[in-house]
């Protein structure tokens, strides 16, 4: 909510023109339901846990906040590394025969972009998008392959080997498949690299065992895509 909140906050910016459903009645919507969300979860934690060490259990979880500088460094490099692949599959997809585009004239997002300042395109493209779709999308795959881990610390039947990559690959092809239904705007191409874009972020976000690359890898080629595309 806290993120969908921040992509609709463009609306505030002189020179946005929204073309996803951005609003300011949508934002302050949203502000209101996050903040009656939270005073709720203030109640539910008083005499139990600190609201404060709930969101800190939350970040470490999902990695969202590295443990040292030489982790973030890390997260960085792979980041980069991932965004760096990220364009390279939306220039191979494109080759791809039997796929179809929308021409730029006719396509929403490009006539709304070409209306708005390079550098707030590259802001939204960089803020606006990936946090939200990272957390749906790979958050709840990060949490199972946690878990499964977990499992396998404990030697819970789950810790064989062949059940745990079955149902992480059964979670990750859904992931896929309803990230890239997800992206129809702009032709089959664009539903191709989506989900190309849910593989590569997947195993990034598996890998390092958490959302911060794969968040840096999806900001920078949306905000790269939107400001110069």
Do not use: K
Request: charged letters at 10%; a positive charge.
């Amino acid at each position: 909510m806290a993120t969908q909140a921040l992509r609709d906050a463009f609306v505030f910016v002189p020179g946005f023109v929204p073309w996803n459903g951005e609003s300011p009645s949508r934002f302050f919507t949203l502000v209101g339901a996050g903040a009656v969300l939270g005073a709720m979860a203030v109640a539910v934690c008083v005499g139990n846990t600190s609201v404060r060490a709930a969101a800190g259990r939350f970040a470490d979880g999902l990695g969202l906040w590295p443990a040292s500088m030489r982790q973030a460094l890390r997260w960085a490099a792979v980041g980069l590394a991932a965004a760096a692949a990220l364009w390279a599959m939306a220039d191979l997809v494109s080759y791809l025969p039997g796929l179809t585009s929308v021409p730029a004239a006719e396509d929403p997002r490009d006539v709304a972009v070409a209306q708005t300042s390079t550098l707030i395109r590259f802001g939204y493209g960089l803020i606006a998008p990936a946090p939200l779709e990272e957390l749906l999308f790979r958050g709840p795959l990060l949490a199972l392959w946690l878990a499964l881990l977990a499992a396998q610390r404990r030697g819970s039947w789950m810790a064989r080997r062949w059940v745990r990559w079955w149902l992480t690959g059964a979670a990750t092809t859904a992931s896929a498949i309803l990230f890239a239904a997800g992206h129809t705007l702009g032709g089959s191409v664009n539903v191709a690299h989506a989900a190309a874009c849910a593989v590569t972020t997947t195993a990034v976000t598996l890998w390092q065992r958490s959302l911060a690359p794969a968040v840096a890898a999806h900001g920078l080629y949306d905000a790269c895509a939107f400001a110069w595309q």
